[in-house]
């Protein structure tokens, strides 16, 4: 299976801030990745799918990018609601791997 | 639009068989879209279990195959899960999601979700 290391496992950082989150696959899965954001007791919900296309509805703050086979999530400006759990999914082959997950917290 | 809600058993007890469902509504079944279950254990990440096309077809996630078994029933507009022999890190937060492919685009991605159910299992 491909593993996807995600990092860092924890952020702090304060509203306005720029943010970054990295994924790494094992192998390269082309543009085959999504982004996933969670806030406590809620499910994952979709940010960015095939590594960069932003999913409709989504604020224009978040992006995502792709250098070889690191991924990379950035917020450009935090705000309050962002403050949640990350996760990266390679959809690439079967079986479908997640990232560890990001816990962005509040300075 | 299409939103989708597991139900089942919230206890299940060692060696026994877990079983959910997660009705489709908004949408039919059989569209172009595969559905698919995800685990998640309290306080911990993501497991990807597998999925089911309206047909049939079926992928599962090899730490799991030799217990899994996804089915649908299309005339409930609802595909359901099965684990078997569970025990205690069975335990998780069950989510069903749709796998969306836009034909001749080669993306994919997963949305919506449901809400999510804790299925634990203990005596």
């Known amino acids: 299976a491909i593993q996807m290391t995600q990092s860092p496992s924890s952020l702090s950082a304060s509203v306005g801030d720029r943010v970054t989150i990295t994924c790494r696959a094992s192998q390269g899965i082309r543009d085959d990745l999504g982004w996933y954001q969670q806030k406590p007791g809620k499910a994952p919900k979709l940010l960015i799918y095939a590594s960069s296309s932003l999913q409709s509805g989504v604020p224009s703050r978040f992006s995502g990018s792709r250098s070889g086979t690191d991924f990379t999530l950035t917020i450009s400006s935090l705000q309050p609601e962002d403050f949640a759990t990350y996760y990266c999914l390679q959809d690439y082959n079967y079986p479908y791997t997640f990232g560890q997950g990001t816990k962005l917290e509040i300075k | 639009q299409v939103q989708l809600q597991e139900s089942g058993p919230g206890l299940v007890k060692p060696s026994g068989t877990l079983s959910l469902t997660c009705a489709v509504s908004g949408g039919s079944i059989s569209s172009s879209n595969w559905w698919s279950w995800v685990r998640q254990p309290p306080g911990k990440g993501l497991e990807w279990i597998g999925e089911?096309?309206?047909?049939?077809?079926?992928n599962y996630n090899p730490s799991l195959t030799s217990r899994v078994t996804i089915s649908v029933d299309k005339s409930k507009n609802q595909f359901s899960l099965e684990l078997s022999s569970v025990t205690a890190a069975d335990t998780a937060i069950y989510y069903c999601?749709?796998?969306?492919?836009?034909?001749?685009?080669?993306?994919?991605?997963?949305?919506?979700w449901g809400q999510g159910t804790l299925v634990t299992v203990s005596s």
């Open positions: 999601a749709r796998k969306v492919l836009p034909a001749g685009m080669g993306e994919i991605w997963f949305d919506p």
């Open positions: 089911i096309y309206h047909g049939g077809s079926t």
